[in-house]
């Protein structure tokens, strides 16, 4: 009994705050997180869409805030969540298919889905500023 | 809802009674526009590159936009995303926000306020084409 009140070491059940998630999790969360991120970019699609509609001044408004370093950064965050998400979702169509469950097949799409958000992003802005 | 006492598992309960006849309407949904998004969001990150890459912004939009093919895309890529959109949102708060009332309400506001959006860009896109 004497024992009960002693600190132990034992391990811990996982839990998010003492719990290292491996990389396939934090791409998981990242899945929603940007998907949430996206849905409020909609939001700015329409309005540059809704500016364009209301007349040439309403348009270059929205190009001098879209033009401005804070418009940049969130066209920046934009396309990287846009790109991961677009791979990312691709893997999860595999998934659905059943495909792709094997833990070494998890790692490699780990791979390929960093990856092809870093050349997918980097490929749309080299071509949009030459 | 069932008494406590109940020594019946949930699976056994649940076991016999069906489907709850919404889950696979709204995993398809979301399967198929995920599907339809991949190219649709290639060909709007194309298209955005091309107006970035030059012209008088506003004339440079509107002559984009005035082609049939780009308006029919991007009324589709409207209608799409925001549908695909409100669905995985609709996963978000069933998972992370207990209060059934607080649910229910946040699920019913983003799909209005997905649809209205929606359609405010569809009809946006449509002035940009015959309105000008």
Redesign the interface.
């Known amino acids: 009994m004497a024992n009960a009140a002693k600190p132990t070491s034992r391990p811990l059940s996982p839990h998010l705050q003492v719990y290292r998630l491996p990389l396939a999790a934090v791409l998981s969360i990242s899945h929603?997180i940007t998907?949430?991120g996206?849905?409020l970019g909609?939001?700015l699609?329409?309005w540059w869409?809704?500016s364009?509609?209301y007349g040439?001044d309403a348009?270059?408004q929205a190009?001098v805030y879209i033009a401005s370093p804070l418009g940049l950064l969130i066209l920046l965050g934009f396309?990287v969540a846009?790109f991961f998400h677009?791979c990312n979702?691709?893997r999860?169509?595999f998934w659905?298919a059943g495909r792709n469950f094997e833990i070494s097949q998890t790692k490699r799409g780990n791979i390929y889905v960093i990856l092809g958000t870093i050349v997918l992003t980097a490929a749309?802005w080299l071509?949009?500023?030459? | 809802m069932f008494a406590s006492n109940n020594l019946r598992s949930p699976l056994g309960r649940a076991r016999g009674l069906g489907s709850a006849k919404e889950g696979l309407h709204h995993w398809w949904g979301q399967r198929l526009t995920a599907i339809a998004l991949v190219p649709l969001t290639l060909w709007f990150v194309a298209g955005i590159i091309h107006l970035a890459m030059g012209g008088e912004p506003y004339e440079a939009f509107m002559g984009w936009i005035a082609n049939p093919c780009n308006a029919t895309l991007m009324i589709l890529f409207l209608g799409v995303s925001f549908h695909h959109a409100q669905l995985g949102m609709q996963v978000v708060y069933e998972d992370y926000i207990g209060g059934h009332a607080w649910r229910t309400g946040m699920i019913i506001a983003t799909k209005f306020a997905a649809y209205g959006f929606a359609a405010l860009g569809i009809v946006s896109t449509l002035i940009c084409c015959f309105g000008g």
Do not use: E, F, K, W
Request: net charge negative; hydrophobic share 60%; with cysteine.
């Open positions: 929603r998907g949430v996206l849905s909609l939001l699609l329409t869409l809704c364009a509609a040439p348009y270059d190009m396309s846009l677009l979702g691709i999860h169509l659905d749309a071509l949009a500023l030459a």
